[in-house]
């Protein structure tokens, strides 16, 4: 509203489509809605499939994404982003994915043996993320992962980053603020969710560029990348494309939140909704 903007906010779920190829429309909560210029779209992880749906929808109607469907969809499946990342040239951790349990010894001998971290392929803010710290640890958790049919990474630990990691939110072009998170005692896991603590991180021209490159791999326009410090160098371990914005914001004073909409009065030109659009 400060910068003469209209600003609706809708719940994903609830909004419905009407796909239609004379008339293609979208609905929230009794009422069909108007064109919007721009949408920044804030879909949680639980909600990607239907999220990204309504979100395509707003695109197919001419409303310019701050990042596209296709983009978010390409992130959130953490396989699919590391394997276009290291396409690349972009490093990262040592990474290892089977279904087998019949691959569970040459799995942790793929990654450089233990202490290696077990992932759920569809977890977030630290959530289904396992330090294993012994052989025997490695192939319980393993094992135990995939007895739930859940799809899981396995990687190396990067024991010289000390439990910390440097968040680099990215928006366009440029790394408009960067934070260090270190995980509480106890705990190897740096996310602010689970209780990390946060302090402004100076980062060096390797790690801004590194960061740079990961989004717009993924074709993000705002993403949060998440940076080990390694002694081979600066690691990629994720890339974010709903990062939060408070803790960021709070601990470095930046207005993100103004720098997004920034970025969008530049680019949500027609010609790009046209694009979009179809």
């Not at 896991?189 to 790690?207: D, F, M, Q």
């Not at 990062?243 to 914001?249: K, S």
Request: aromatic share 4%.
């Amino acid at each position: 509203m400060r910068r003469g903007h209209l600003v609706e906010i809708l719940d994903p779920l609830s909004c419905y489509m009407n796909i239609n190829p004379a008339a293609s429309s979208i609905h929230y909560k009794g009422r069909r809605l108007p064109h919007f210029d721009a949408v920044i779209p804030r879909i949680g992880s639980a909600i990607t499939f239907y999220g990204t749906a309504a979100l395509r929808q707003f695109e197919l109607l001419g409303s310019y994404p701050l990042n596209e469907s296709v983009a978010i969809t390409r992130a959130r499946d953490k396989l699919r982003s590391l394997q276009l990342l290291a396409r690349q040239g972009i490093d990262l951790p040592i990474t290892g994915i089977a279904h087998s349990p019949d691959d569970t010894s040459d799995l942790i001998k793929m990654v450089g043996g233990v202490p290696l971290v077990v992932k759920l392929v569809e977890g977030t803010q630290g959530i289904g993320v396992v330090l294993a710290e012994t052989r025997q640890a490695a192939e319980s958790v393993i094992d135990a992962f995939r007895g739930l049919n859940a799809h899981i990474l396995v990687q190396e630990y990067i024991a010289e980053a000390k439990g910390c990691d440097i968040r680099c939110l990215v928006v366009g072009n440029e790394v408009v603020a960067a934070i260090e998170r270190c995980a509480k005692a106890g705990d190897f896991r740096s996310n602010l969710h689970r209780g990390g603590v946060a302090s402004i991180a100076t980062i060096t021209p390797r790690e801004r560029d590194i960061a740079i490159k990961a989004a717009q791999t993924l074709g993000l326009d705002v993403a949060g990348v998440d940076i080990l410090r390694a002694a081979r160098g600066p690691l990629v371990m994720e890339v974010n494309a709903s990062p939060g914005l408070e803790g960021i914001e709070k601990t470095t004073g930046v207005d993100i939140a103004g720098r997004m909409i920034q970025w969008i009065e530049r680019h949500a030109t027609p010609e790009f909704c046209l694009k979009i659009g179809g």
